[in-house]
C-alpha cells in the first residue's frame, strides 16, 4: 500500500526531473541568444568611459563647493552682520530645492525632444535612467552614466537659482524667496536652458551622416530627411549656432539682476576673498566639465576662465579693506 510519504517523494523526483530537462534544453539556447544579442547591444550604446566618469565626479563636486560655501560666503560678505545667518539660509535653501526639482522635472524638460523651446515629460523622476545607462557626450563614442551628468547639471541649476538672491539679500522675506525660486526654475530656466543645451548627440549625429554616405542612390533622400531631422532636433539657442560651455547664456544672462548694494560690510575682505579663490578653482570643471569629459572641447573650454585671476587675489584684500574702512 502507498503511503503519502511515499507519494510525496515520487512527486519530488518527478519535478526535479522535469526542471532537469527544461534546464538542459533551455541554457544552450539562453547562452546563444545572450552571445548573438551581445555584439548588436554593444554597437547601439557605446561603452562608458571610467576616466570620464570620474573626472565627471570630481567636476561635480567642486561646481557644487562652489555654490556651497562659495556664493553663500560671497554674499554673506556683502549684508550686515545681523543677516548672515539669513542669506545662508537662503543660499542652501535654493541650492536643495533646485536640486530636488531638476530630478523630478527639469532634467526631463531640458534634455529631451519636444519642441526647440522646452522639452518633455519623458524623463520625468528619471524615468528610465539606471545606474549604468550610458550618456552621451560632446565626443563621438564616448560615454559616461547618465545619472552623472544628471547630477552635473543640478549644481548648473542651483548656482544659477542662488545667484538670483544677491538682488534680493536684506531686501524680502524667506516665504517669498520659498515661493520664488521654484516658479522661476519651471518657468525661465528649464526653457532656456533647453534651449542652450539641447541636441541629439554626436552619436546620433555621426550615424546619421554615415548612414547617409553609405546610401544608395535611390536611398540618398531618405537618408538625408534622417540627418536632417537629427539636426533639426535641437534647442532654439543651440541650432542658431550657440556652442555655451561655461553656461554663460543660462546662468548669467538669467542672473544678470543678481547685484546687490550693501550699505555697510561684515567681514568683507575676507569672504569675498575666500570666494574669488573658490570661483577661480571651481572655473575648470565649471566650464569643461560641460563637454562631458577630458577632450579635446573640454580643454578648450577652459579659456573662459582667464589665468591671470590668481594674480588679483593678494592684490583684492588690501583694496577691499580699504573699502571697508570708508
Avoid at 84 to 100: D, E, R
Avoid at 205 to 217: E, S, T, V
Wanted: aromatic share 10%; glycine share 8%.
Amino acid at each position: 500500500m502507498q503511503t503519502r510519504s511515499d507519494s510525496f517523494s515520487f512527486g519530488t523526483e518527478s519535478f526535479l526531473m522535469k526542471a532537469t530537462n527544461w534546464l538542459r534544453a533551455g541554457l544552450p539556447a539562453l547562452l546563444t541568444a545572450m552571445l548573438v544579442a551581445a555584439p548588436a547591444v554593444a554597437a547601439d550604446a557605446p561603452p562608458i568611459n571610467k576616466a570620464d566618469t570620474v573626472w565627471m565626479m570630481v567636476a561635480t563636486v567642486l561646481v557644487l563647493f562652489m555654490t556651497v560655501p562659495g556664493l553663500a560666503l560671497f554674499y554673506g560678505g556683502l549684508v550686515r552682520q545681523k543677516n548672515m545667518l539669513s542669506v545662508l539660509m537662503q543660499v542652501l535653501y535654493t541650492v536643495s530645492v533646485a536640486i530636488v526639482l531638476w530630478v523630478v522635472i527639469g532634467y526631463s524638460l531640458t534634455f529631451t525632444g519636444g519642441s526647440a523651446f522646452i522639452g518633455g515629460f519623458d524623463k520625468a523622476f528619471l524615468a528610465g535612467i539606471a545606474p549604468d545607462s550610458p550618456g552621451g557626450t560632446f565626443s563621438v563614442g564616448v560615454a559616461i552614466p547618465e545619472i552623472v551628468f544628471v547630477m552635473f547639471q543640478a549644481t548648473f541649476a542651483g548656482i544659477t537659482a542662488s545667484l538670483l538672491l544677491g538682488s534680493l539679500v536684506e531686501r524680502t522675506k524667506f516665504l517669498a524667496i520659498a515661493i520664488f525660486i521654484p516658479l522661476w526654475l519651471i518657468f525661465v530656466y528649464f526653457p532656456i536652458a533647453h534651449m542652450v543645451w539641447y541636441f541629439a548627440g554626436p552619436d546620433a549625429i555621426d550615424a546619421a551622416a554615415k548612414a547617409l554616405a553609405a546610401a544608395p542612390a535611390a536611398g540618398k533622400a531618405a537618408a538625408q530627411a534622417k540627418l536632417d531631422e537629427v539636426m533639426a532636433d535641437a534647442g532654439y539657442i543651440f541650432s542658431a549656432g550657440a556652442l555655451d560651455f561655461a553656461g554663460t547664456s543660462t546662468r548669467v544672462s538669467q542672473a544678470s539682476s543678481a547685484r546687490s548694494s550693501s550699505a555697510s560690510v561684515s567681514a568683507t575682505a575676507r569672504t569675498l576673498c575666500l570666494r574669488t579663490r573658490s570661483r577661480w578653482l571651481t572655473s575648470a570643471p565649471r566650464c569643461s566639465g560641460s563637454a562631458g569629459s577630458a577632450s579635446t572641447p573640454a580643454r578648450t573650454s577652459r579659456r573662459s576662465a582667464p589665468p591671470w585671476w590668481p594674480s588679483s587675489i593678494p592684490l583684492s584684500r588690501p583694496l577691499l579693506r580699504r573699502w571697508r574702512g570708508s
